[in-house]
Structures are given as C-alpha cells and as structure tokens.
C-alpha cells in the first residue's frame, strides 16, 4: 500500500502562486518508487476530478491544456512531488489531489482509472 499526503493548499489573490506538496511512503512494490508515474488531479465543487498533470520516472511531464506554461510538476526526490501553479485564476480553485501508478504513464493516461493511490487533497482558493 502506498500512502499520499498532500501540503501547500491555501487561498490566493488571483494571479498568485502557490506550490503543493506530495509526501509518497509506502510499499511502493519493491521500492521502485523510480518506475512508477506520479500525478495531479482537482475536483471544484459539483464537478468531476480532472486531471491537472503527471510525471514519469524519467521526469517526463504531462499538462492539462488549462495549465500548461502555468504549472510545473517535479519529482523532487524519491519521496516528495511538488506542483508550482503560477499566474492562479479562480477557476483554479478546487480541491487538488496527488495521485500515484505503480507503472509509468502516457500523456493519454489522463483519466482518475490510471491511478492505484491517491491522497486525501489540499484545498486551492484563488
């Protein structure tokens, strides 16, 4: 079992910036953390989780259309995630989930299926 606890959620002033952390502890099956893909996901009230980014083992990132040149996703180090949203707008605000595959992913992996673990979210206000 994998474990997920995001940090970093507050409220912003749109046009603000804020970085969201993803502590990853756990069994990552075989502690090949390295091979596993890592990845954001919101949810606004009375809407669908919708997938905001994601990172292979090799660093390779995948961006939301409604993100991209805003936020970065980076694998700090073998046990933490980060999200830098820049330029943040108030249809950013939603409740903002780490989420983790215990395989490397595709740019098409965009959907809540492709994820084995998930966090319990951090809230976003703009």
């Known amino acids: 079992h994998v474990q997920l606890v995001e940090s970093g959620g507050g409220s912003v002033q749109p046009g603000g910036s804020l970085i969201l952390s993803c502590t990853v502890s756990?069994?990552?099956?075989?502690?090949?953390?390295?091979?596993?893909?890592l990845g954001w996901f919101r949810q606004a009230p009375g809407k669908e989780r919708e997938w905001v980014a994601a990172?292979?083992?090799?660093?390779?990132p995948y961006y939301a259309d409604s993100v991209k040149g805003r936020f970065t996703i980076s694998r700090v180090d073998s046990n933490t995630l980060w999200l830098s949203m820049h330029d943040l707008r108030p249809d950013d605000t939603a409740t903002y989930f780490c989420a983790y595959r215990t395989e490397t992913c595709e740019s098409t992996m965009t959907g809540t299926a492709f994820f084995d673990f998930w966090g319990q979210g951090t809230q976003v206000t703009v």
């Open positions: 990172v292979t083992r090799t660093h390779t």
């Open positions: 756990g069994d990552t099956y075989g502690g090949t953390y390295g091979s596993s893909c």
